[in-house]
């Protein structure tokens, strides 16, 4: 099935956030593939604010490549940008399979640089800019 979200501007990015988490389900593996300046971290922060993580906590993990997040109800979540990986190797060194496997959300930024580590469970979204400036989250399950 082909699941869609749209988002036409930044006032509806929380309703949105609110819409992706209920079609995602209990998916807990997601993979944002976009062009730069798509939205990838506009829109994860979006989704970690609606599971209740503190807005001024959440930012893109660039350098660290992961930053770990208190949902509401005191799950980790775990926001990875593989912007910055060379080669598979860097990411097994962070522990990427120990999150992986940890049963918490992880949300990546970036997957391309990674895809071979990816397990095959994982959701993948693409985002898309339309002409007019929507994003369109779109995948199938």
């Known amino acids: 099935m082909i699941h869609q979200v749209l988002i036409p501007g930044l006032e509806q990015l929380d309703q949105a956030a609110q819409e992706f988490l209920r079609e995602v389900g209990e998916h807990t593996l997601i993979a944002f593939y976009a062009p730069m300046g798509a939205g990838k971290t506009t829109f994860t ?76 469970e994982t959701l993948r979204i693409q985002i898309k800019v339309l002409p007019d400036g929507t994003r369109c989250l779109e995948w199938e399950d």
């Open 45 to 120: 922060t979006a989704v970690c604010k609606a599971l209740g993580v503190q807005e001024d906590a959440v930012s893109s993990p660039t350098f660290a490549i992961v930053n770990e997040y208190r949902s509401g109800n005191g799950r980790p979540v775990y926001h990875f940008d593989f912007y910055r990986i060379e080669n598979p190797a860097e990411a097994l060194d962070i522990g990427l399979y120990d999150y992986l496997d940890s049963g918490e959300l992880c949300l990546m930024e970036w997957p391309e640089n990674v895809e071979e580590l990816l397990p095959e």
